[in-house]
């Protein structure tokens, strides 16, 4: 069964330094698919960044990049020169390419960037 | 740009009453999911549809859930007799297959 964990309930970090959050999981499935997601304080889902498990380079989407590690199965999202508007909740995700369709969160990390 | 759109944005009922949940996927999508977060709490999933049938469903989706494509743009998800723990924001999502896209949910009270 595949399983994603995000160990930081809350990150802070200080406007324009880099932060990294936490991302590892777990599957069987040797395709699979992982996302990150911003969720501010409006609710809606803002998809980030993408890595697929057979990329061969790490994913980097402006000020986001993703910290593939697939021998520790850590997908670890870094943002840099954070920014206020970076406050937010952040969702990790994977989906497995075989097995199923679905994307499967984890618990979220809640991240508050202060001037 | 084109977007997942939801509605209603907020809908509140009795206990015991039934809902329907609209979404319109974006147009060329094929793979449609509703998703629930209770608040404060993981987006969790609850049914994934696929040619026009569910592909997959969580412990969650029980027989009180169903979803529908009723015609070629609306997707909905019906809550036959809601319970006090059905309360939550109610995410559609559609993908041609890479990213899923949200629409911005339907927050669901129930009293």
């Known amino acids: 069964a595949q399983k994603i964990t995000q160990t930081q309930p809350g990150m802070f970090v200080q406007e324009k330094e880099a932060v990294t959050l936490d991302c590892t999981y777990d599957?069987?499935?040797?395709?699979?698919?992982l996302f990150w997601y911003k969720q501010p304080s409006s609710g809606e889902m803002i998809f980030l960044i993408y890595q697929g498990s057979y990329d061969q380079q790490n994913a980097t989407e402006g000020r986001y990049s993703l910290n593939f590690q697939k021998a520790r199965k850590s997908a670890n999202l870094v943002i840099s020169a954070s920014q206020l508007g970076d406050s937010a909740m952040y969702f990790c995700a994977m989906r497995e390419v075989y097995n199923t369709d679905k994307l499967i969160f984890g618990t979220g990390t809640r991240l508050q960037v202060f001037p | 740009e084109p977007e997942v759109t939801q509605t209603p944005s907020h809908q509140v009922t009795q206990m015991g009453q039934e809902v329907i949940l609209r979404c319109v996927p974006i147009s060329n999508h094929l793979y449609f999911y509703w998703y629930r977060q209770i608040l404060g709490q993981k987006v969790e999933f609850l049914v994934s549809?696929?040619?026009?049938?569910?592909?997959?469903k969580s412990e969650i989706f029980d027989d009180q859930f169903s979803v529908e494509r009723p015609d070629g743009s609306n997707f909905t998800l019906k809550i036959r007799s809601t319970k006090l723990e059905d309360s939550a924001m109610y995410f559609c999502?559609?993908?041609?297959?890479?990213?899923?896209?949200f629409g911005e949910g339907s927050r669901l009270t129930v009293l």
């Open positions: 599957t069987s499935d040797p395709s699979y698919g």
């Open positions: 549809f696929y040619n026009n049938e569910i592909s997959e």
């Open positions: 999502a559609s993908t041609s297959g890479g990213e899923l896209f």
